[in-house]
Structures are given as structure tokens and as C-alpha cells.
């Protein structure tokens, strides 16, 4: 296996990913494969989320194959119990427990329906970088989400949000017009965000959101991305009837969405995309709430079909570079926000001999 990271290295470690909605996690073992890391994750008796390394110090058995006993994993070989900060506290037929019997623990916050892991160095694992999306947990936002699993790259969805332009072509029958490709936009970025801006003023609204504003006439229409490196995507969408000031920040008239796209890395080539659409209006109306969930995983499916395609072709040619038009300056951005991050690693000794680890693993 080739061991140079920086080329092969597709993720960040020192980064927030999903590693679950809040109600995934529960009194019982979960596994799941981060960033190529098998992962065990549970919640303690008092709701505290753990995650440890999914292989037993002994002999390597993936501890999820073991049970919980109280708030510790028995492995299911011969019987280690190791707890929630991954020291072992139990050794049959033993009474010196070895010092160095433990499993690596991943730093773990719960937040805004979702519990983040870091994978990285654990130092680094400041809660200021989660993303900010307080809107999928609060009283002035309504909504729902999913998971959908992808076969591909978790980079091919970032840069599938980030040029929404798409949405004419894969998202025709729903959110997709030929406003939305004609339409230009601004990008800006800061070192961890990538923003676009995208108005289509006095358009024929598509058809999901006429039916949502359920009346006649053309609508001023936004989206605007925000990329929060390393794999979440933002965007703050919606339509107001034209001429009813949205351009000039009056959204009264018209409906306002918020999408939050979270593509954790399962590994190089798959992810585990979580997603969820919100909305500032009609907020106890749960009927809305599943037609709004329902659609979103309708439309995701969509690119689902055309990211899996994708990956494969890449797969195919491995020595064709993308080209970026005009309408790629948003996953350009994001793209190369991504790889300083792998490149600063590399700089760092401590996480390079991680990755080197990983790698040849
Ligand atoms: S492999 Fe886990 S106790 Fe032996
Ligand atoms: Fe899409």
C-alpha cells in the first residue's frame, strides 16, 4: 500500500464529524466505521455518550460483539471489561489488572441532535468549531431528517452542495428550474468556511415550493451555502412573492428553509450522509414536518444515483483531474479549505504517525 499520506489522505482527522443523530445512540452497543476507524458507541446509564475503539486490547475482537454491563464493555471473548475512558477494569483469573490495558477514546459532544466525534488528537477537540446549526434544535424551527448512506467519496457531496446548479438537471421535477443554473453567485471563504450566495429574482417558482406557497405568481428565490469544513454544508433557502422585499431582508411574505448536510467519511470511497430540513413556519404542523422529511429523502435519492455513478467513474479513470467551470467555485473553495487541513496534519508529527498508522492498516 502506497504510505504517503498526503496523497492518499481524502479526510482531516482533526475535524467534527456526525457520528449519530441523538436518538441513534442508546443504552446498547452501536458500531460504526469513522474516518476508516472502527468505532463502538453507546450511552451510559445516564445519557453520557461514549465512544471507544472497536477492538479489545487482548485479542483485537471488535468489543460491539461484546454486551454492556452497567455502564462498562465486556468484550465477548473472554471477558475484559473496559470503561467508558477505555481503562480496563477487569481481567478474569487476574488480580493485577496490566497498566497499559486500554482502548483509545474519541471525544464525543452531543449538540443539536447530533453527537460529533473527533477522530484527531484529542487535545484539538475544541466544541467552538462544531458547526453551528441550532435550527434542527429549536423552538422557532420545525423539521425532521434522515441518513442516507453513499457509496462515494464524502468530497463528491460536498461538492454537490456547493453547486446547486445541479438542481436543474437531477432535481427537475422538484426544486430544479432553469433559474437556478442561469442564476448568477457570489463565493467568498475564510480559512474554515466557504460562502455562496445565489438570487433568482422574479422566476417562475419550481414546483415544490409553489406548492408550498400555495399561490400564483413569480417569487424572488435564495439559497446561500455555507461550507464548514471539513463535510458540513448549510443552506439557508426559500422564496418570497417578487416585489415583497426579500432581496432587501423582508423574508415576511414568504417561506424560509434550512438544510443541514453532514457527509461523514465512512471511509475513501463511502460516507454516511445526515441530513436534515427545517423550516420557520408552520411550526406545529407535523404533517408538513414528514412531507418536508419525505421530500428531502426523495431528492437526496436522487443524488444518491448520480454521486454513486460518479464514484465509480472515478474509479474508472483514476488519473483524470475535474475540471472547475465557473459554476465549481464554490466546491473549489471547499475543496482546497479541505486539503490545507490534511497538509497542516501532515506537518504535525503527532497526527502524521496516525495517519501513517492508519494507512498501512
Ligand atoms: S479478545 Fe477481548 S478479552 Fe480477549
Ligand atoms: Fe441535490
Not at 271 to 287: E, I, M, S, V
Request: proline share 6%.
Amino acid at each position: 500500500m502506497n504510505l504517503s499520506p498526503a496523497t492518499d489522505r481524502t479526510f482531516p482527522m482533526n475535524s467534527w464529524y456526525v457520528a449519530a443523530w441523538d436518538y441513534e445512540l442508546e443504552h446498547k452497543l452501536l458500531a460504526r466505521k469513522i474516518c476508516d476507524q472502527p468505532v463502538v458507541l453507546y450511552r451510559c446509564k445516564d445519557g453520557t455518550p461514549v465512544a471507544l475503539e472497536d477492538a479489545c486490547w487482548h485479542r483485537l475482537l471488535p468489543l460491539s460483539a461484546g454486551s454492556l454491563v452497567n455502564d462498562e464493555v465486556r468484550c465477548g471473548y473472554h471477558g475484559l471489561v473496559f470503561n467508558p475512558q477505555g481503562r480496563c477494569t477487569h481481567m478474569p483469573s487476574q488480580e493485577t489488572l496490566n497498566p497499559s490495558a486500554c482502548v483509545k477514546t474519541y471525544p464525543l459532544v452531543e449538540r443539536h441532535r447530533f453527537v460529533w466525534i473527533w477522530m484527531g488528537e484529542a487535545a484539538k477537540a475544541d466544541p467552538d468549531l462544531i458547526p453551528d446549526v441550532f435550527q434542527n434544535h429549536h423552538p422557532q424551527w420545525s423539521g425532521d431528517g434522515g441518513i442516507t448512506d453513499l457509496a462515494c467519496d464524502y468530497r463528491l457531496l460536498v461538492d454537490n452542495l456547493m453547486d446547486l446548479t445541479h438542481e436543474t438537471y437531477v432535481h427537475g421535477s422538484s426544486i430544479g428550474n432553469d433559474a437556478v443554473a442561469e442564476a448568477p453567485f457570489t463565493v467568498r471563504h475564510t480559512d474554515d468556511n466557504v460562502f455562496l450566495t445565489r438570487w433568482m429574482l422574479d422566476i417562475d417558482p419550481p414546483p415544490f415550493f409553489k406548492k408550498q406557497l400555495g399561490k400564483p405568481g413569480n417569487v424572488d428565490r435564495w439559497q446561500m451555502i455555507t461550507f464548514h469544513s471539513a463535510a458540513t454544508v448549510t443552506i439557508d433557502v426559500g422564496v418570497a412573492p417578487t416585489g415583497t422585499g426579500a432581496p432587501e431582508g423582508d423574508r415576511s411574505a414568504g417561506l424560509s428553509g434550512f438544510v443541514i448536510h453532514s457527509a461523514t467519511p465512512v471511509n475513501a470511497t463511502s460516507c454516511r450522509y445526515f441530513w436534515a430540513f427545517l423550516r420557520n413556519y408552520k411550526l406545529a404542523d407535523q404533517r408538513l414536518t414528514t412531507e418536508w422529511r419525505e421530500a428531502a429523502r426523495r431528492i437526496f435519492g436522487e443524488d444518491k444515483s448520480v454521486l454513486e455513478l460518479q464514484q465509480k467513474a472515478v474509479e474508472q479513470y483514476p488519473d483524470r483531474e475535474f475540471y472547475f467551470l465557473n459554476i465549481d467555485g464554490g466546491a473549489m473553495w471547499a475543496r482546497r479549505l479541505i486539503d490545507r487541513q490534511i497538509a497542516a496534519e501532515i506537518a504535525q508529527p503527532d497526527t502524521a504517525k496516525l495517519i501513517l498508522r492508519q494507512a498501512a492498516g
